[in-house]
Antibody, heavy 117, light 112 residues
Framework: EVQLMESGGALVQPGGSLRLSCAAS????????MNWVRRAPGKGLEFVAS????????YYVDSVKGRFTISRDNAKNSLFLQMTSLRADDTAVYYC??????????WGRGTLVSVSS | DIVMTQSPLSLPVTLGQPASISCMSS???????????LSWFQRRPGQSPRRLIY???NRDSGVPDRFSGSGSGTDFTLKISRVEAEDVGVYYC?????????FGQGTELEIK
C-alpha cells in the first residue's frame, strides 16, 4: 500500500523559510515522478512543483519560481520542498503526491503551512 | 497555461438521484501521444483528495461503478448515477497534458 507522510508544516513569518519533507513507502519511489500540490484556505487545488524520478528535472508554477526548490533522496525514499521568501498567499495545506501517467494517483494527508506575522 | 472551468460550483442533490459535473478546458487536452490526460478527484470533508477517474473514463480500483467519466477535446463530464450520502464533498477535474498541470475550481456536492 502506498503511504506518503508529510511533515515540516508550521507557522512562519512573512519572508521566512521552511522545509517540508515527505516520507514515501509501499512503492518503488525511485521510479516515480513526484509532486507537491497545495490547497489554500477556501480555495482549490494548485500544483506547486514536480520532480523527475531521478531528480534530473523539475518544474514549478510561476508563483513560486525562484523561491521554492523541490528535491528528493531516492536512497531514503524522501521528497522535499524548500520554501523561502514566504508570503501570506503561500498559506495552504501542502500535499505530497505521486505522479504517474500524467495524473496523481496517490496523496498524503498534507501538512499545514501558515504565513503570518 | 491551461485553465480548467467547472460547473456548477455548488450541486445540491437528492439521495438516489443522478448528478453531473461539467469541466471545460481552455485548450485541447489531447497530448502528442493521442491520450487525453483528464482526471477527476473527490475530496470528502476532512480528507485528502482521492482520484476517481483518469484518462477521461478509467475508474480507479475501489471506485463504485456509479461514477463515470466521459468527454473529449475540451469538454468533459463526471456523472454519478445515484448519489449516496458518502458522495458529499468537493469534486475537481485536472489536466495533466501541459505543465503546469491544473485543476478546476471544484464543485461542492451536498445532499438536499
Amino acid at each position: 500500500e502506498v503511504q506518503l507522510m508529510e511533515s515540516g508544516g508550521a507557522l512562519v513569518q512573512p519572508g521566512g523559510s521552511l522545509r517540508l519533507s515527505c516520507a514515501a513507502s509501499g512503492f518503488s519511489f525511485s521510479n516515480y515522478w513526484m509532486n507537491w500540490v497545495r490547497r489554500a484556505p477556501g480555495k482549490g487545488l494548485e500544483f506547486v512543483a514536480s520532480i523527475k524520478d531521478d531528480g534530473s528535472k523539475d518544474y514549478y508554477v510561476d508563483s513560486v519560481k525562484g523561491r521554492f526548490t523541490i528535491s528528493r533522496d531516492n536512497a531514503k525514499n524522501s521528497l522535499f520542498l524548500q520554501m523561502t521568501s514566504l508570503r501570506a498567499d503561500d498559506t495552504a495545506v501542502y500535499y505530497c503526491t505521486t505522479s504517474k501517467g500524467h495524473s496523481v494517483p496517490d496523496w498524503g494527508r498534507g501538512t499545514l503551512v501558515s504565513v503570518s506575522s | 497555461d491551461i485553465v480548467m472551468t467547472q460547473s456548477p460550483l455548488s450541486l445540491p442533490v437528492t439521495l438516489g438521484q443522478p448528478a453531473s459535473i461539467s469541466c471545460m478546458s481552455s485548450q485541447s487536452l489531447v497530448y502528442s501521444d493521442g491520450i487525453t490526460y483528464l482526471s477527476w478527484f473527490q475530496r470528502r470533508p476532512g480528507q485528502s483528495p482521492r482520484r476517481l477517474i483518469y484518462w477521461i473514463s478509467n475508474r480507479d480500483s475501489g471506485v463504485p461503478d456509479r461514477f463515470s467519466g466521459s468527454g473529449s477535446g475540451t469538454d468533459f463530464t463526471l456523472k454519478i448515477s445515484r448519489v449516496e450520502a458518502e458522495d458529499v464533498g468537493v469534486y475537481y477535474c485536472m489536466q495533466g497534458t501541459r505543465w503546469p498541470y491544473s485543476f478546476g475550481q471544484g464543485t461542492e456536492l451536498e445532499i438536499k
